[in-house]
RNA sequence: GCUCAGGUGGCGGAAUGGUAGACGCUGAGGACUUAAAAUCCUUUGGCCGUAAGGCCGUGCGGGUUCGAGUCCCGCCCCGAGCACCA
């Protein structure tokens, strides 16, 4: 069966074979022992109201080339898709219209399921997943429920960016230039008490597992500079007249000697205690004015370093001497103890300071290039450092900090930029976090009941948070209690002291536990009958995860979607195993791929998964399409291409052809509608050589000339290797090669004609499905084998050979005999015309002769 | 400022150190057609030349090499990421 048309007509054959394979679930797959597996996974989307976007279909579109062509060469191919469906937009819908999200949600998946079907990618829909699907967060909770068991997550009382233009707290990461990322409103600090992940405690495996990852190293090294590795040494200045000790954190500790003062962070919990009388007033002010000061204005590099001096003096462990102890906002309470030790002679910020308040440079460091310039911040050969002098910046570095160690004023240490991950959002239309808030005195006396049900989850210690005088301890749910999910609500605004929507929904919120049984029931259906002594009243926890949670994980989820038993079943992650190829867009190359790892290696090492340490081997990164004009596709700009419309005028096999064809998958390109133009002819062009005017197949030669026979080799060997290498832009300029022999050859014959079809097939299924059952082939190209290509049909029979005179090419030899010597080549290249032409009276320095290439004469 | 990636015709882009510009688009000319669309053929880096052929040419300046878009050094320009991290 087939589509039947007598033209091209992509709409009717797209159409057929996508209902074709609908019907036939294709592209469905079963765990099969007997076959290699691949497992090829996207980024899934966020299904947003606009529908898919132009930039989508690319990086579908190559992975599912790769999907079909690993199909077709053997392997056991899994690419499923998915929806990342909690998040902001549907919730901001959900306020102006006060539609439950989820019915937004659900109408926004099928939009985008009914685009991505009509482009015709292998997915196996079976198998398709949804964040926000009770069924699907029971997992991501139950994941929570093991990080908090296992002490990785707490709550803190932390000061964290909240945006009241969104009425939530956002992660750093969702903070760009002082504004937030989604919306772009300004963001201010705020304290609130917030549940952390503690992904610093993985910072040195994520930073250890890098190294046996297969991605853009632009990605790793991203990650590297966001945990933020230093190795240095905290050093212990004791204060003048005070039993108090200021702890600094340098990776120079070789600079000791030219520390002239030390700087104290706004926030530093000394302040208070060491400021001298005289000083008070003025360190309470720039106190107050930095914490006024936004991020942005603080960290701004061009503004000129200022600080208040406290009065108070320390001692240099070093040498002795007393030096002022100043405050300024440079330094940052965040990083290492919120103190450093200033080196103005070698440190470009110290420096910058005390030029600024007339305090003394002292030079520590010879630099060997004998520059004389300070601050001069490279290693070299210590000087006015007493008995270290001599020695280099590196040979003190661990001398010195060893030296202080003996009198316990200096350790070694590191320090990590990475920050623990803030992990509660004031949001409706995210995972609720699966804690109840009970009385501390009803925790104890209930952990220490032997009957206590809440045992599954419970950490050693217990987390606990003080509201309006009363201490809370969070309870955990157990499995059995998941998912919890969502109340229904009409009022998704969040409350204006910056609670969750879900604080105001009383019969939610309050409830009854009973610590024995496990029981939770509403206090507002609580029978007061049925109270005893096991039953306590808690409130849950209002907050939900943000939308990275959902994606931490999903790549498990597709290996057994519907199991209700575990979050992955051990049978199919151990045929499985973790992705072999994970494609999506560069933006998410620190925040989901660094918490999406470490929860990963959180799973491994609880041993929930056995299937190695990191999730993702190889990564990549497809670029991203720009408008017709070269600038980002927006609606301002009015450059934004529909891809319904693309298909609607072009088809799919020509939008995904087009995608792939415009240039290198990883780099950045615009789009160009003539440029669509160019392949849709050449999707004609391939419908002409098989099909004739009247709607019928042709025939086709009995055999092709050697030339052709050539060609269509090196075309299957090509497009296989182009493949591999997601060279996908050059595969098709090789198609196109192919196809335009064949048709100087006046056809195709009926080898190279089925052959050519299974090659196109992954980058065009739809016209390569319709052809091939027009060839008179049963079932679906999808399962045809890829062809083999003949080597001996590639070594071409004669060589053109380029005869350079001084490096200039002068003439072109083509030898029939592969083999011919180099000395007869060199006979041959020299009675050219043209070259004796160049070579005439001139004497020959040297002859040049590169197998099957080249020939160079070079002459005086 | 630091780190990384990149700079090739009118455009998107090809080129294991070996014919720079494959393939596609655009432009020009032609065939078919009453005409148009579609399709097909020729041509399309610049300059000189009727041609054969020659000279120049991969951001700029040097270098290595028989030979450089490709390797090395310095500079310029665009893009991305980080950004007072001590």
Known sequence: MYAGCQQYDFDQIELFWQKFWDKNKTFCVQEDTSKEKYYILDMFPYPSGAGLHIGHPEGYTASDILARYKHAKGYNVLHPMGWDAFGLPAEQHAIKTGINPSTNTANNVSIFKKQMKRIGFAIDWEREINTTDPIYFKWTQWIFLQLFKHGLAYVDECPVWWCEGLKSVLANEEVIGGRSERGNFPVVRKNLCQWVLRITRYADKLLEGLSSVDWPDSTKRQQIAWIGKSEGANIFFKIDGHGEEICTYTTRPDTIFGVTFLVLAPEHPLIEKIVAPKFENDVKKYVENSRKKSDLERTDLAKTKTGVQTGAHAINPANGKKIEIWIADYVLASHGSGAIMAVPGHDRRDYDFASNYGIAVTKVIDN????????????????????FNGLSSEEAKGKIVSWLQETKRADFTQNYKLRNWLFSRQRYWGEPIPIIWIKENDYKAAASNDKFYFKEFLPNEPISNEKDGITYCALPLCTSHLPLTLPPTDNYLPSSDGESPLAKIHSWLNVYVNVETGQIVPADDFNEKDRNSSCVLGRRETNTMPQWAGSCWYYLRYLSPRCETAIVDPDAINYWQTPDFYIGGAEHAVLHLLYARFWHRFLFDIGVIRTGKEPFKKLFHQGIILGEDGTKMSKSRGNVIN???????????????????LGPLDM??????KGIEGVFRFLKKIWNEYIDREGNTKNFHDNLSDECQTVVNETIKKVGNDIEGLKFNTAISQMMICLNSIQKAGGFDNASAGNFLKILAPFAPHISEELWARLGNNGSIYDAPWPEYDDSKIVPTSQKIIVQVNGKMRAELVVNDVNTSEGAIFELAINIENVKKYVANKKILKKVYAKGTVVNFVVE
């Open 668 to 673: 950045m390109k615009p789009w160009s509608t």
């Open 643 to 661: 891809p319904d419309e693309v298909v609607n005028r072009y088809g799919a096999d020509a939008l995904r052809l087009y995608e792939m064809f």
């Open 368 to 387: 060997a290039s004998g520059d004389n310039q300070l601050p001069y911040v490279g290693d070299g050969v210590l000087i006015n450092s007493e008995r």
